[in-house]
Each structure stands twice: as structure tokens, then as C-alpha cells.
T-cell receptor, first 115, second 113 residues
Framework: ETGVTQSPTHLIKTRGQQVTLRCSSQ?????VSWYQQALGQGPQFIFQ???????GRGNFPPRFSGLQFPNYSSELNVNALELDDSALYLC??????????????FGPGTRLTVT | QQQVKQSPQSLIVQKGGISIINCAYE??????FPWYQQFPGKGPALLIA?????SEKKEGRFTISFNKSAKQFSLHIMDSQPGDSATYFC????????????FGTGTRLTVIP
């Protein structure tokens, strides 16, 4: 069984730039959630994708957007980067079977630094 | 607004001792309470989880105690080992297929040999 993978591992961007982060779900999982984890804090929910559509969103501005592909992999896009966007971005996958799944399994994350 | 409050912020325990981390919540719609373990530079790993229909769940050295009336739950690590040194997060969500895990602020556990 393949776990959740994310790329790249680390990324350095300049304020105002755009970034795309990628996630491959755990084998057999059909739902992907993205979280932002600032240093020393717990993860904060950004949004979730199920069947290629956004299925819930946290308190993040529209410049945070995402995609889910038919193979259940996903992308997180952030436009107009700000210094406060510097964080560990985590992808979590889960299996939604008619609304009966709870467990979310996290990838190793992408460390984004905005200068 | 912190939906899940976690304490202590840090904890130092001797090898072989019991580590106890506490969490509290307000939203009575929460019905799933997982604990995650995170090592530096890694993503959180699901450790153990509980639903509110039981008061305790044990898996190996890890036990969750759940008090529905007090809206509190705790993680007990028995026979703590240096390899358990990590940051632990409690979390909560509501409804099957719930998309939003609300995390606590984390507890940094150090187990001294």
C-alpha cells in the first residue's frame, strides 16, 4: 500500500509570486484535504476535494485554490504569496464511502518559505 | 477561536513513566476525536481515535479516555519511551466524511532515558 506523497519537499518563493504544490493520495483513497501548519502550531484546514470538486473550505482567502484529478491526486495553488504564507503545507487523504469514513492520513508536507 | 484546547504545551517524562495530555472542546456536534503524533520535519501520523459512544479505547501503550459530559478527552502513554518523544496533537471533527479536522495547539513530549 502506497502512502500519501507530496512534492516538492521544500520551496522558496518571493512575495507576490505563485506556487503549486502536489499531492498523491494513499492507494484506494478518493478524498484529499489540504492543511497549513505554521511553525509551532496545529494544522489549519484549507479545503477538501472529493470527486474533483471542492467539498468544504476553511477560513482561507480565494488566492488559495485547488484541483483534484481523476486519479485522485491533487494540487494546491497559492497566488500573490505573502510572508505569512510561509508554513508546512500538508495533504491528507481519506476514503469516503457514502459518508462513512473519518480517518485522514497525512503526507510528509511541503515546507514553503516566502521571502 | 480555538475549537479544541490542548494542554500542557510541553511535557517531560522519565522513561517508563506515564505521559498524559489533555484536550477540551465546546462543539457538541464533534463525534470523532483522533490523536496524531508528529516528529520534526514529518507529517502528522494517526495514532489512535475514539468516538463518543465509548469512554475509553486502548491500543498497545496508548489509551484515550473520553468524558462526554465534561467535553474532555485525554491521551495516556504508558511505559513512555525515548522514541515517543514527539509533538502530539488532539483533533476533532463532526459527521461521517467530515472534511474539517480541528486541531489542538500541540504538546511537545520529551521522554528522558
Amino acid at each position: 500500500e502506497t502512502g500519501v506523497t507530496q512534492s516538492p519537499t521544500h520551496l522558496i518563493k518571493t512575495r507576490g509570486q505563485q506556487v503549486t504544490l502536489r499531492c498523491s493520495s494513499q492507494s484506494g483513497h478518493n478524498t484529499v484535504s489540504w492543511y497549513q501548519q505554521a511553525l509551532g502550531q496545529g494544522p489549519q484546514f484549507i479545503f477538501q476535494y472529493y470527486r474533483e470538486e471542492e467539498n468544504g473550505r476553511g477560513n482561507f482567502p480565494p488566492r488559495f485554490s485547488g484541483l483534484q484529478f481523476p486519479n485522485y491526486s491533487s494540487e494546491l495553488n497559492v497566488n500573490a504569496l505573502e510572508l505569512d504564507d510561509s508554513a508546512l503545507y500538508l495533504c491528507a487523504s481519506s476514503l469516503d464511502l457514502a459518508g462513512s469514513s473519518y480517518e485522514q492520513y497525512f503526507g510528509p508536507g511541503t515546507r514553503l518559505t516566502v521571502t | 477561536q480555538q475549537q479544541v484546547k490542548q494542554s500542557p504545551q510541553s511535557l517531560i517524562v522519565q522513561k517508563g513513566g506515564i505521559s498524559i495530555i489533555n484536550c477540551a472542546y465546546e462543539n457538541t456536534a464533534f463525534d470523532y476525536f483522533p490523536w496524531y503524533q508528529q516528529f520534526p520535519g514529518k507529517g502528522p501520523a494517526l495514532l489512535i481515535a475514539i468516538r463518543p459512544d465509548v469512554s475509553e479505547k486502548k491500543e498497545g501503550r496508548f489509551t484515550i479516555s473520553f468524558n462526554k459530559s465534561a467535553k474532555q478527552f485525554s491521551l495516556h502513554i504508558m511505559d513512555s519511551q525515548p522514541g515517543d518523544s514527539a509533538t502530539y496533537f488532539c483533533a476533532a471533527s463532526s459527521g461521517p466524511g467530515a472534511n474539517n479536522l480541528f486541531f489542538g495547539t500541540g504538546t511537545r513530549l520529551t521522554v528522558i532515558p
